[in-house]
């Protein structure tokens, strides 16, 4: 039972399209599921020249987006190819990204793919462009009109991170954790270990003061906010531990001791997780009744237009979101 999913070639301006070409080109990719790239085609053939490939479109109409197999490319017009600016941020590229992703929800919402896979964004053009939301997260929760928690669960190879605050200035974290914040974190982590199809799912609580408060020498957050949560988890049978200090926690995930680690702000667990190997990094759009997922890393101006971007990170995206999604059509079929 081979999944169908949907990939959209993210900033046209950065590394995206040639990311995609080169995917294509990994063994056991075109094994794995049934693919449809929705974008321009001059973009895939864009990224199929910096890449130093070739691939053969082979174009269907949105009617027949049910009925597709191994690869197909759903045609549109978003951008014209003299529009493309390589390594600028532009507003026609954030256009680019936010109707392809738009038509990529639709299919899935529609029931014709199972899952969304996305090349780099630039959140910059993207926001000209009108994204008008924190992050592209919350703009395909507004999208969908899902109201439910969500958040971003970030992957390396088998760990998953995810965490209670996010993009806020550090010195309001304190006063944005509490019990119900807590919960939803681990109760996220948890489902989504499950919707990837792990069987172990161990879910470590990092502490948010040093050494774990000490007792209370270094606040009381520990004490009177994180362990009751944890606790409370644990009562449900759920296997959950905490909280850690959050300069060890990340030890016992590099030694597998555990599955995914709930941090309490944005890079307590972003330098550690990158920190371990930044070039295989995932981010999965977390909680969303879609299953989604891109490569952790940007657009990578830098080397955009060269032939020179690592396919890893999208890779392993490509692998997680195939199980998420079996896992998804085993459940609906169930």
């Given at each position: 039972?081979?999944?169908?999913?949907?990939?959209?070639?993210?900033?046209?301006?950065?590394?995206?399209?040639?990311?995609?070409?080169?995917?294509?080109?990994?063994?056991?990719?075109?094994e794995a599921a049934d693919i449809l790239l929705v974008g321009d085609s001059h973009l895939w053939q864009r990224g199929a020249a910096q890449a130093g490939h070739s691939v053969t479109l082979s174009t269907i109409t949105?009617?027949?987006?049910?009925?597709?197999?191994?690869?197909?490319?759903?045609?549109?017009?978003?951008?014209?190819?003299?529009?493309?600016?390589?390594?600028?941020?532009?507003?026609?590229?954030?256009?680019?990204?936010?109707?392809?992703?738009?038509?990529?929800?639709?299919?899935?919402?529609?029931?014709?793919?199972?899952?969304?896979?996305?090349?780099?964004?630039?959140?910059?053009?993207?926001?000209?462009?009108?994204?008008?939301?924190?992050?592209?997260?919350?703009?395909?929760?507004?999208?969908?009109?899902?109201?439910?928690?969500?958040?971003?669960?970030?992957?390396?190879?088998?760990?998953?991170?995810?965490?209670?605050?996010?993009?806020?200035?550090?010195?309001?974290?304190?006063?944005?954790?509490?019990?119900?914040?807590?919960?939803?974190?681990?109760?996220?982590?948890?489902?989504?270990?499950?919707?990837?199809?792990?069987?172990?799912?161990?879910?470590?609580?990092?502490?948010?003061?040093?050494?774990?408060?000490?007792?209370?020498?270094?606040?009381?957050?520990?004490?009177?906010?994180?362990?009751?949560?944890?606790?409370?988890?644990?009562?449900?049978?759920?296997?959950?531990?905490?909280?850690?200090?959050?300069?060890?926690?990340?030890?016992?995930?590099?030694?597998?001791?555990?599955?995914?680690?709930?941090?309490?702000?944005?890079?307590?667990?972003?330098?550690?997780?990158?920190l371990m190997g930044f070039e295989r990094g995932v981010t999965v759009a977390g909680g969303l009744p879609i299953p989604v997922a891109t490569p952790a890393h940007?657009?990578?101006?830098?080397?955009?237009?060269?032939?020179?971007?690592?396919?890893?990170?999208?890779?392993?995206?490509?692998?997680?979101?195939?199980?998420?999604?079996?896992?998804?059509?085993?459940?609906?079929?169930?």
């Amino acid at each position: 039972m081979r999944p169908r999913l949907a990939i959209v070639p993210g900033d046209p301006s950065g590394i995206g399209p040639e990311l995609i070409a080169k995917l294509l080109d990994e063994e056991g990719v075109r094994e794995a599921a049934d693919i449809l790239l929705v974008g321009d085609s001059h973009l895939w053939q864009r990224g199929a020249a910096q890449a130093g490939h070739s691939v053969t479109l082979s174009t269907i109409t949105e009617k027949e987006a049910s009925t597709f197999e191994g690869l197909a490319h759903l045609e549109m017009e978003t951008i014209a190819p003299a529009d493309v600016q390589v390594a600028e941020v532009t507003v026609a590229g954030g256009t680019t990204s936010l109707r392809c992703l738009d038509k990529a929800l639709d299919l899935a919402v529609a029931g014709h793919v199972d899952g969304v896979l996305f090349a780099p964004f630039n959140k910059a053009a993207m926001t000209a462009a009108g994204l008008n939301a924190e992050d592209e997260h919350k703009y395909m929760a507004r999208y969908l009109g899902f109201d439910g928690y969500h958040s971003e669960i970030n992957v390396l190879d088998e760990l998953m991170t995810t965490r209670v605050t996010s993009h806020i200035g550090l010195k309001e974290v304190a006063a944005n954790i509490d019990g119900p914040g807590i919960q939803r974190a681990i109760e996220l982590a948890h489902a989504t270990l499950a919707r990837s199809g792990k069987s172990r799912l161990h879910v470590a609580v990092a502490a948010l003061n040093p050494h774990a408060g000490d007792n209370g020498k270094f606040g009381r957050e520990e004490i009177d906010v994180i362990e009751p949560v944890v606790k409370a988890c644990q009562a449900r049978q759920m296997n959950v531990t905490g909280p850690w200090p959050s300069d060890t926690v990340f030890l016992k995930a590099k030694r597998g001791e555990v599955d995914a680690v709930v941090t309490m702000y944005h890079d307590q667990g972003q330098i550690a997780i990158k920190l371990m190997g930044f070039e295989r990094g995932v981010t999965v759009a977390g909680g969303l009744p879609i299953p989604v997922a891109t490569p952790a890393h940007g657009t990578a101006f830098d080397i955009a237009g060269h032939g020179v971007a690592n396919v890893g990170a999208t890779r392993q995206a490509f692998d997680l979101l195939v199980r998420m999604a079996l896992t998804a059509k085993a459940e609906t079929a169930a």
